[in-house]
Nanobody, 118 residues
Framework: QVQLEESGGGSVQAGGSLRLSCAASGRTFVTSVMGWFRQTPGKEREFVAAINWSGVVIKYADSVKGRFTISRSTGENTVYLQMNSLRREDTAIYYC???????????WGQGTQVTVSS
């Protein structure tokens, strides 16, 4: 059974940076694609970024292009989300997800809170 565990969330002022990590443990062959999503109260979960097993970035949401960078350490089964130039609207719970394809995320982490203040 694969488990995902996020870390690195916190509070930061607008313009600042945070780096999220998501470690996958267990039978990681199912984690061909790993992605980040985010959700704020009352809104649907929103896609942020995704990366494939070999470290090729699949896609970024338009709202984070040029500011966020997704990367992957295959040997450590860990995916990162470097978030720069953070804005108040980036405040959300960020979730790590994994699955066999970018249209089939079957595993989710518990989420980590990111709060950006002005």
């Amino acid at each position: 059974q694969v488990q995902l565990e996020e870390s690195g969330g916190g509070s930061v002022q607008a313009g600042g940076s945070l780096r999220l990590s998501c470690a996958a443990s267990g039978r990681t062959f199912v984690t061909s694609v790993m992605g980040w999503f985010r959700q704020t109260p009352g809104k649907e979960r929103e896609f942020v970024a995704a990366i494939n097993w070999s470290g090729v970035v699949i896609k970024y949401a338009d709202s984070v292009k040029g500011r966020f960078t997704i990367s992957r350490s295959t040997g450590e089964n860990t995916v990162y989300l470097q978030m720069n130039s953070l804005r108040r609207e980036d405040t959300a719970i960020y979730y790590c997800a994994a699955g066999p394809s970018s249209s089939a995320y079957s595993l989710w982490g518990q989420g980590t809170q990111v709060t950006v203040s002005s």
